[in-house]
């Protein structure tokens, strides 16, 4: 950890004459953040992957804080409460100093609410308390799931008991964005989407496993259809079927199914002879 620290900090990036960092001051702070992530930082602790959320990982907040401890960033934040009679909500504006020398490296924003759909609502804690809510505060929530989709008996939060939880949230947000600027370290990773709200997180990650395999049918497909006799196609044929069992795709295995069918007519039909 030490020998990761001590290699070059935020503020040793020195402008030239003309205002820009030197190639090789630039190169070795991209070099010390790559150091930092394959030395230090661990999958799912310092960072990970959202579905849906591209292919970079996204940085948590774990991991902005070994940036701030290897750059030597001490973070101060500046809190405008925007809150209104119906919900609580803070807009944050983090500012990287560097802690030896107290310059202003750079800043990020961030925001929180209670009428974030995660912070709105709640699950019921049984059926007397969701039918002794009023109307317009409780609701039945739609979701969905593998095959169908399922219902969720919720009522509204108190906005009060949130305010520190979305103070908190807003300045984590804050913070990663910081870091993220003054390390420049956005080609590495994007922003922080761990605070998703669940049921986007399991929707994001369902839309992302029907696209691939959307694609993994049409690869199948394409390799029956392009079979040039009956060996190549029973070679085909038993590959896709172990791909569309181990991916339990019953749609997908049909679409294979047919496609191996037709092909396997075609091949058989004698030379000349149409579909007619």
């Known amino acids: 950890m030490s020998e990761v620290i001590e290699r070059p900090t935020v503020s040793g990036i020195v402008p030239q004459q003309d205002g820009r960092s030197s190639v090789a ?21 310092h960072y990970g992957a959202i579905p849906g959320a591209g ?77 002794n809510t ?16 399922y219902t969720v008996q919720q009522i509204r939060t108190e906005p ?8 908190k949230m807003a300045c984590k947000r804050a913070k990663i964005a910081m870091v993220l600027n003054v390390t420049a370290a956005s080609d590495m990773f994007s922003q922080d989407l761990e605070d998703l709200d669940a049921e986007l997180v399991r929707h994001l990650a369902e839309d992302e496993r029907e696209n691939h395999m959307q694609e993994v049918r049409v690869e199948w497909v394409t390799k029956a ?21 181990a991916a339990r795709d019953k749609d997908g295995y049909s679409q294979f ?5 037709q092909r396997g007519a075609e091949i058989k039909r004698p030379q000349g002879e149409s579909n007619a």
């Open 55 to 131: 292919e970079k990982p996204t940085l948590l907040k774990p991991g902005a804080e070994v940036l701030c401890m290897t750059f030597r960033i001490a973070d101060e934040y500046e809190i405008v409460d925007l809150s209104t009679a119906g919900a609580v909500r803070y807009r944050v504006k983090c500012i990287g100093r560097h802690q030896s020398t107290g310059i202003a490296l750079g800043s990020g924003l961030g925001e929180a609410s209670t009428d974030e759909e995660k912070y709105r609502w709640r699950k019921a804690i049984c059926d007397a308390e969701f039918e």
């Open 160 to 167: 009060a008991d949130l305010a520190n939880t979305v103070l």
């Open 225 to 245: 259809q392009a079979a040039a006799n009956e060996d190549e196609l029973r070679t085909v044929m038993k590959a896709g079927v172990k791909v569309f069992q």
């Open 25 to 45: 001051d630039v190169t070795r702070h991209v070099i010390a953040v790559q150091e930092v992530m394959r030395s230090v930082m661990k999958p799912n602790v």
């Open 134 to 149: 009023p109307a317009d505060m409780k609701r039945t929530k739609y979701g969905r799931k593998q095959g169908g989709h």
């Open 257 to 261: 199914a047919a496609a191996v069918q």
